[in-house]
């Protein structure tokens, strides 16, 4: 990952280079500021990447993962990606060696990272990979490969359909949460009967309409909560009638509420003042 901040210059890393040793986990830490996109690339090696700080979209042409603070990303080897920053991120990534992927998680996903999991990965971002490794950075390498078999997969995913015309609806979607159009609406628009549209769309994402476009809403609801708003200024934006209709969609999808998950941030923002 390659990025600039303008209040602190991040480190310059070509990761497929890093990616390319014979070691089977490597990583680089990094800072991008509010709105910067990483163009669409891919990696030949699995890659990690954990959000200490701030808010992370990754969109592939599968789907789309949000990734919020304390979380991180999984892509297996070869997955074309581009990374999208809302809100200013601290990042964390490690690469692992595609011959040793075959037993780390078969789909991309977002995963829980516990305290020992993120402790592992910061110790790696932080290794010197121009000398020699030591022993405990072998260790920690195993560890990582240990932790990463068994991950405990969270609702931070949205599929993105490969139909032409229902990939257009969700753009428009993408663009604005709140659009109020209702299915039969999209299905008019797409001169198709509504009965149609709803066939199209579940085989195209897996998902309903209406369960994909509150899943957009709600995650798309996340950069604002974490930048300040008041909550149901938030609903409101993201296209709920109240406070308590988005706060009872909202804990049911991150099995959280907003205000819970609101000081779970300012106590991370808290620690990492503090360190």
Not at 24 to 45: D, K, L, N, R, S
Not at 168 to 195: F, Q, R
Not at 211 to 216: G, P, V, Y
């Amino acid at each position: 990952m390659r990025a600039s901040s303008p209040d602190q210059p991040a480190k310059s890393c070509e990761p497929d280079a890093m990616a390319a040793s014979d070691l089977p986990v490597t990583g680089v830490a990094m800072h991008y500021p509010q709105g910067h996109v990483v163009p669409i690339h891919q990696h030949q090696h699995g890659h990690l990447i954990y959000a200490s700080q701030g808010l992370l979209r990754v969109e592939a042409e599968t789907g789309q993962w949000l990734v919020p603070p304390t979380s991180a990303v999984w892509l297996r080897p070869e997955v074309t990606h581009r990374l999208v920053i809302p809100v200013a991120l601290q990042a964390h990534g490690l690469f692992v060696h595609k011959d040793i992927c075959a037993n780390l998680p078969a789909t991309d996903c977002v995963v829980q990272v516990s305290g020992l999991l993120r402790e592992i990965i910061t110790q790696l971002t932080c290794v010197n990979y121009a000398v020699p490794i030591s022993r405990r950075t072998h260790l920690l390498g195993e560890l990582l490969l240990e932790e990463l078999s068994t991950p405990s997969a969270l609702p931070f995913h949205l599929p993105w359909p490969q139909d032409a015309p229902i990939q257009n609806v969700c753009y428009k979607l993408m663009g604005d949460p709140s659009h109020p159009s209702t299915a039969g609406d999209w299905a008019s628009m797409l001169a198709i009967g509504e009965k149609t549209f709803h066939r199209r769309f579940v085989k195209s994402t897996g998902m309903t309409f209406g369960k994909w476009r509150q899943q957009l809403r709600l995650m798309s609801s996340l950069a604002q909560l974490m930048q300040g708003a008041p909550i149901t200024q938030v609903a409101l934006n993201s296209g709920y009638d109240s406070h308590s209709a988005y706060a009872t969609a909202f804990k049911k999808q991150f099995r959280q509420s907003p205000s819970e998950f609101i000081q779970r941030y300012r106590n991370t923002n808290a620690v990492k003042l503090q360190t």
